[in-house]
């Protein structure tokens, strides 16, 4: 089955400075990738998205490049401020029949003002 | 505010009770997921109900059962359960259960602590 690989697994960075969070995938059949955001003590919150007919999105100060090749893609957010502060989740669905979230193990980010 | 709703939002239980959690989906999704959110395991998907019928199973336990009701709302049960059981459980929707619009939208999450 799909296996999803993140990196790293804590971040730090100052405020307004970028953040960059990578993931890899195995499972070439996978072809939709969301980013979640999950604040303590609340669920994971869709950020972003992309599908594997598409190599980056941008939403504001948030992109997400993909890489069907390499099987990899990454999230990144610019100008960072401290409510950027959270843990990421990757994930990866595969093609055909369940639309299961296969997860990566998560980013905390810190923005230190 | 997703607009998945979770109920209990806490919940403490003692080993070998049954418990049960229930997810209102959001307005017009037809798609019911169950993930656990642990330390040790992450976020693991545990079923998912399309119309009220069985999707698709993944790391559920046979002491764990689910179903989806008419009016869509689906309900996790936990039964004979275990210290290893405590965890966060999400309940997420989406609008299909297969392509179209793939978004997935989360709960806020039901934490169940087993003593």
């Known amino acids: 089955g799909e296996n999803v690989e993140q990196h790293p697994s804590t971040l730090s960075v100052q405020e307004g400075d970028s953040a960059v969070i990578k993931c890899t995938y195995s499972d070439s059949a996978s072809n939709y990738f969301p980013w979640y955001k999950q604040e303590l003590g609340k669920g994971p919150q869709l950020i972003i998205d992309i599908r594997s007919n598409v190599g980056e999105k941008k939403d504001q100060r948030i992109a997400v490049t993909l890489n069907k090749t390499a099987k990899h893609f990454s999230l990144h957010i610019t100008e960072t401020q401290p409510e950027d502060s959270a843990v990421y989740f990757c994930?990866?669905?595969?093609?055909?029949?369940?639309?299961?979230?296969?997860f990566g193990k998560g980013t905390k980010l810190t923005v230190n003002p | 505010d997703s607009g998945v709703t979770q109920t209990p939002k806490h919940l403490i239980t003692a080993t070998g009770q049954r418990v049960t959690l229930r997810c209102s989906p959001r307005?017009?999704?037809?798609?019911v997921y169950w993930y656990q959110q642990s330390l040790d395991q992450g976020l693991q998907f545990l079923i998912q109900?399309?119309?009220?019928?069985?999707?698709a199973k993944g790391n559920i336990l046979e002491r764990f059962s689910a179903q989806q009701f008419p009016d869509l709302h689906s309900e996790l049960n936990l039964s004979s359960l275990e210290l290893g059981d405590s965890a966060l459980y999400f309940c997420?929707?989406?609008?299909?259960?297969?392509?179209?619009?793939?978004?997935?939208?989360f709960g806020p999450g039901t934490r169940l602590t087993v003593l």
């Open positions: 997420a929707s989406s609008h299909t259960g297969t392509g179209g619009d793939r978004k997935q939208f």
């Open positions: 994930a990866a669905v595969t093609q055909g029949g369940s639309e299961k979230l296969v």
């Open positions: 109900y399309y119309n009220g019928e069985e999707r």
């Open positions: 307005s017009g999704d037809l798609s």
